[in-house]
């Protein structure tokens, strides 16, 4: 029964003090608390830059995805906020920049066809 004490409180409420001590012994379910914790805040930093819900979506999974492989992401000194904050901008603003272009290379097919 106390291996899901972790469990009694939601983890969005977690400091991540907390989640860290949790991946000590759990890396799963301290990744489920990270995700728990900041996927709705991701999802709306990424909608405002982008301006599409499911792209925000695709790209806040991709985040994530991206944290599981972060091998750092549960040391003492690493700052899981800013970090997924920092990633999840980054895709955002690439995601921007690659539609952009693919919008102006289709723009650009459209005046050569004519």
């Not at 969005?12 to 996927?39: N, P």
């Not at 709306?44 to 995805?65: G, M, P, R, S, T």
Request: aromatic fraction near 8%; proline fraction near 2%; glycine fraction near 0%.
């Amino acid at each position: 029964m106390t291996a899901n004490l972790h469990l009694l409180s939601p983890p969005a409420q977690w400091s991540e003090e907390r989640i860290k001590g949790l991946a000590i012994h759990d890396r799963r379910a301290a990744m489920e608390a990270v995700i728990s914790k900041y996927r709705d805040a991701l999802l709306y930093h990424a909608l405002c830059i982008v301006k599409d819900q499911d792209e925000a979506y695709d790209l806040v999974q991709e985040v994530f995805i991206r944290a599981i492989r972060e091998l750092r992401l549960f040391n003492e000194d690493f700052r899981i906020k800013a970090w997924l904050y920092r990633v999840t901008t980054n895709l955002c603003f690439n995601n921007v920049r690659n539609r952009k272009r693919r919008s102006a290379i289709l723009d650009a097919a459209k005046i050569k066809d004519r």
